[in-house]
């Protein structure tokens, strides 16, 4: 079944599967794609796109792209649009980006965040190693936090 997940009135998760139906990403309002894998292809609809080109590998470096992934997610619904990000199955990869932006820019726990993943994407799982990736984003956007505290109660 081809299907888009909501995540917040701006995002979006799926497999390549449903991200490449036109016809559901037009009904669904998605204006963004972000395409995590090296190999899947993109929807033929003109939209703005961004590669994240990384394997479902826990080796593979995912922590380097949640800041820029949640930024880019945040500004599209800023700008009125609605992103859909998306892997191969819709496990993986991209459960992770959305997670990462979930912490981010709407300041939940990892444990917070995934729930809330989950609970739209039941399948979602990711790897261990993007998994130590996102603890480590959890300890950062902590410590950006106590930094940001810090210099404002000076």
Known sequence: ???????????????????????????EGV???????????????????????VFDDPAENLYKY?????????????AGGRTLVYCKNGRSRSA???????????????????????SARPVVEPNEGFWVQLQ???CELQSRQLGANSSTSG
Do not use: W
Request: aromatic share 6%.
């Open 31 to 53: 204006t963004f794609c972000i395409n995590v894998s090296k190999q899947q292809p993109f929807p033929g609809l003109k939209i703005s796109t961004m590669r994240v080109p």
């Open 1 to 27: 079944m081809l299907q888009l997940c909501k995540l917040t009135d701006s995002l979006l998760i799926s497999n390549s599967r449903s991200a490449c139906d036109d016809e559901l990403l037009s009904r």
């Open 96 to 118: 992770a980006i959305c997670t990462a932006y979930l912490m981010k820019h709407r300041h939940l726990c990892l444990q917070e965040a995934f729930e809330h993943v989950k």
């Open 66 to 78: 949640f800041d820029r992934c949640a930024d880019a997610i945040e500004n599209a619904g800023r």
């Open 136 to 138: 480590r984003f959890e």
